[in-house]
């Protein structure tokens, strides 16, 4: 059964930075998809950045600011957030998805997802 549990949310104000972390079980993840997604109410899943086999791929919203890594040593991804707006407040999810097809950024790709961590940004 895989599971993801993701975990780093919390408050920080403007300008501050948060890592968050996906712990991924149940599967060898490594040539898997991995992404992160984030929502706020009333909005689809936004795409944030996804890790596909050896290359990784940013919203344009977050490109310099946001990065994505991943350790398959022990199918861990995390999301490196800096430079924190208010428009980043929202519910970050990880997901995975079993093939590296280019619709990495489309969240109804993905097979599996995490519970959500709430990242709040205060002005």
């Known amino acids: 059964q895989v599971q993801l549990v993701e975990s780093g949310g919390g408050l920080v104000q403007a300008g501050g930075s948060l890592r968050l972390s996906c712990a991924a079980s149940?599967?060898?993840?490594?040539?898997?998809?991995m992404a992160w997604f984030r929502q706020t109410p009333g909005v689809l899943r936004e795409f944030v950045a996804a890790?596909?086999?050896?290359?990784?791929y940013c919203a344009a919203s977050v490109k310099g600011r946001f990065t994505i890594s991943r350790d398959n040593a022990d199918d861990t991804m995390y999301l490196q957030m800096n430079s924190l707006k208010p428009g980043d407040t929202a519910v970050y999810y990880c997901?995975?998805?079993?093939?590296?097809?280019?619709?990495?950024?489309?969240?109804?790709?993905?097979?599996?997802w995490g519970q959500g961590t709430q990242v709040t940004v205060s002005s």
């Open positions: 890790s596909v086999g050896g290359s990784t």
């Open positions: 997901a995975v998805k079993r093939d590296y097809n280019s619709d990495y950024d489309r969240y109804l790709a993905y097979d599996y």
């Open positions: 149940g599967r060898t993840f490594s040539r898997y998809t």
